[in-house]
């Protein structure tokens, strides 16, 4: 009953702790506005008509922040960064480590009370102190897994697409525009930043390379590829349009050959034991009658 409550308070203080956080400090427009303040001295009546509380805790966040970007290690902390980008906004590097620090304090919170009420620490919170630290960069992972397997699922349509424009003779940039215009898929998204960079000034190349690192498929290393040899973008969307279907069969091939392997284990541990027990049972019985 201890360790319920335990948990149930874990996940309330964490839930109120990392809304305020991300609600008052961490949200896109309040990082925007804060980045606005610091080249522009006006004063801003919303932050003292703000709750006490609120007042309060902000610098008190910002100062945790601060302390945990300055003890984050280099090397780690690029890592991370690179991890972000290609999450779409959906994480900031902040948030990231807000979560982390509120995640281990909380547990420790949790140990600490634990072996206080129980004159003894629990194996189990020594265990969930390391993941419940890298618990953010799991669910980064996985974010990046699932939009990885979108992008894959959606490739194919957008090359034919883009194949029969190009045809068409219109030139790339406006093809992938009219492509984007209405869709909202993490594979149209990278793509409309591309466009984006390249409105803003950035070469094209330059902009392929930012979207091939986000998206890592080879399509775009192909186009950068093709841009610097003087390939036509057409010759190279169609032959990334073939190797792309092979690649989808072949991997389509490879996970149907990997069922039978995966159908055994279910098949040994919960199918064959009741058909057994169906079959030998009833001559188990007279057996047993029989000799007693």
Known sequence: MLVL??????ITTFCITYYTCTKFYLSPKRQLMLRISKHVRTRNNNDYEAPLFIRLFVPLIQLIIYLLERSTPKKYKLHLQHKVIKTEGKFTFQRVLISKFLLLFLTLTALLLYSFLNHMPNLFFFLIVPVSYFLPDFAINQYIKNKRFDILAELPLLI???GVILAGGIAFDNAIQKICERKTSPLYS???????EVRMGVSREEALKNLSKRIQDSLVRALIQGEKMGISILTTIQLQSYQLRLKRRQRIQEQAMKIPVKILIPLVLFIFPPIFLIILGPGAIQIIENLG
């Open 5 to 10: 409550f335990l948990i149930s308070l874990f």
């Open 160 to 162: 034919d697409t883009l």
């Open 190 to 196: 990278e793509f409309k930043y591309f466009i984006k």
